[in-house]
Nanobody, 124 residues
């Protein structure tokens, strides 16, 4: 069992930056691939970024490539999402998730554990 708690979301102006954190508790965090998803009002939850258990391999949705960076610190059982050059279209609740696999996953169905989400609002 893994419990996930996101933090770092807030109101920010367009072109600003934020770093989201997701702290995990429970066993064997380093054996899980981790992902970030987001859900805007009236829209379905969408994949944002994922990272393998080792942190060596990452994957991003096209709309955030070059602006967002996912990373992890297994010693701290924490995964991060550095978000730069934010746009109003990035406004959403951001969720982190853990998958019982070593390889990064892009489909939400692959993830077994989810956090409660943190709100990111980007003003124009």
């Amino acid at each position: 069992q893994v419990q996930l708690v996101e933090s770092g979301g807030r109101l920010v102006q367009a072109e600003g930056s934020l770093r989201l954190s997701c702290a995990a508790s429970g066993r064997a965090f380093s054996t899980y691939a981790m992902g970030w998803f987001r859900q805007a009002p009236g829209k379905e939850r969408e994949f944002v970024a994922a990272i393998s258990w080792s942190g060596v391999s990452t994957y991003y949705t096209d709309s955030v490539k070059g602006r967002f960076t996912i990373s992890r610190d297994n010693a701290k059982s924490t995964v991060y999402l550095q978000m730069n050059s934010l746009k109003p279209g990035d406004t959403a609740v951001y969720y982190c998730a853990a998958a019982k696999t070593s390889v990064e996953q892009t489909h939400s169905g692959a993830y077994s554990y989810w956090g409660q989400g943190t709100q990111v609002t980007v003003s124009s």
